[in-house]
C-alpha cells in the first residue's frame, strides 16, 4: 500500500490544521493507521493511531485533547485534525498503516513521504 500525504503547511500559534493521508493500491480497512512526527534532531513520536474500523482511537499525552484522528473507510483516507497548535508541535508528520493498533513506530509496516507542519510564534 503507499500512503500519500498532501497536507502540512505553515501556520500560527493556536491556529489549526487538517491533514489528511490516503491509501492507495490496497483497502485502508486492512490496516490500523497512526501518525508519527519527526522534529529535527529527534526520534519519531507517537500522536495518534486508529483502528481498522475507526472505532477505537489512541493519543500520545502531549497531544490528547487537541489533535482528533479519524477515517473513512470508503475514501481509503485516514485525517488528523490538529487544534491549538503550539510551536513545539512543529515537525515532519508521518503517516502509517500496521496490521495492529500500536503506540510504537516500529510495528508499522508502511509509510508515507511525510509532510511539513510548522507552527510560529
Known amino acids: 500500500v503507499q500512503l500519500v500525504e498532501p497536507g502540512g503547511g505553515l501556520v500560527q500559534l493556536g491556529a489549526s490544521l487538517g491533514s489528511p493521508c490516503a491509501a492507495l493500491?490496497?483497502?485502508?480497512?486492512?490496516?490500523?493507521l497512526g501518525w508519527f512526527p519527526q522534529a529535527p534532531g529527534k526520534e519519531r513520536e507517537f500522536v495518534a493511531v486508529i483502528s481498522r474500523s475507526g472505532g477505537t482511537t489512541s493519543y500520545g499525552d502531549s497531544v490528547r485533547g487537541r489533535f482528533t484522528i479519524s477515517r473513512d473507510n470508503t475514501k481509503n483516507t485516514v485525517y488528523l485534525r490538529m487544534n491549538t497548535l503550539k510551536p513545539e508541535d512543529t515537525a515532519v508528520y508521518y503517516c502509517?498503516?500496521?496490521?495492529?493498533?500500536?503506540?510504537?513506530?516500529?510495528?508499522?509496516?508502511?509509510w508515507g513521504q511525510g509532510t511539513q507542519v510548522t507552527v510560529s510564534s
Open positions: 493500491g490496497r483497502t485502508s480497512s486492512t490496516y490500523a
Open positions: 502509517a498503516a500496521g496490521f495492529y493498533s500500536s503506540d510504537s513506530w516500529s510495528t508499522y509496516s508502511y
